[in-house]
């Protein structure tokens, strides 16, 4: 495969993922909001912001990964914020 071949086969995988392509702006909007609705409210922002910390502590403290353990880290507070962000700003 050549890098020509390569990047037309990039292109057209990312035509594909493009939502934007395939969706009207309401109905991407309307996924994103029932996105926030969803996971990260409740019952299941809570797990999985706990499953976040105990990543962060695993990877960071007893694998000695520290890089890892950050983006856990960072995952958990978007998980527990990302909702309270959505709230505030409409």
């Known amino acids: 495969m050549t890098k020509e071949e ?3 086969v990039l292109d ?16 991407y ?24 910390l105990v990543m962060a502590f695993w990877f960071g403290t007893y694998k000695q990964r520290l890089g890892l353990g950050v983006v856990c880290f960072l995952c958990a507070f978007l998980v527990a914020y990302l909702r309270t962000l959505q709230l505030l700003t409409g």
Request: net charge negative.
């Open 6 to 8: 390569g990047r037309t």
């Open 12 to 27: 057209q995988v990312v035509e594909i993922v493009n939502a934007l392509l395939n969706w009207t702006p309401l109905e």
């Open 29 to 52: 909007e309307a996924w994103w909001h029932g996105l926030f609705d969803t996971i990260f409210d409740g019952n299941m922002a809570r797990f999985l912001a706990s499953l976040f």
